[in-house]
């Protein structure tokens, strides 16, 4: 999913399982790759206890879509969004006089 949070174009990768089967594995690593190629930033809000296990989901390629998720992320090129030309600065509060100084 993209979003554009403060003005800003960014990627959110999430789950809906506590698993990551085969199609997660090819679709999240995809959208990586697409980021990457944008320099758009990823927001990662996973809760996931790893790859699914079993006969059938190795049979339809978890370890090759697992190692390809793996490799994604770990290739991902870490990318800020542009600074504003404006800076909103809040104004430093007065400086507090010690009470030895105001009795002097």
Do not use: W
Not at 17 to 24: L, R
Not at 42 to 60: D, P, S
């Amino acid at each position: 999913m993209m979003i554009h949070g403060t003005g800003y174009l960014t990627g959110i990768i999430a789950n809906a399982q506590p698993v990551i089967f085969v199609p997660e594995a090819n679709k999240t690593t995809q959208f990586i790759k697409l980021c990457n190629q944008a320099s758009i930033p990823i927001v990662y809000l996973h809760n996931v206890t790893g790859f699914m296990v079993g006969a059938k989901t190795e049979a339809q390629g978890l370890i090759k879509a697992g190692a390809q998720l793996v490799n994604a992320v770990s290739n991902s090129k870490v990318s800020t969004p542009p600074t504003d030309t404006h800076t909103h600065r809040t104004p430093s509060p007065p400086s507090q006089v010690d009470d030895a100084d105001a009795n002097e």
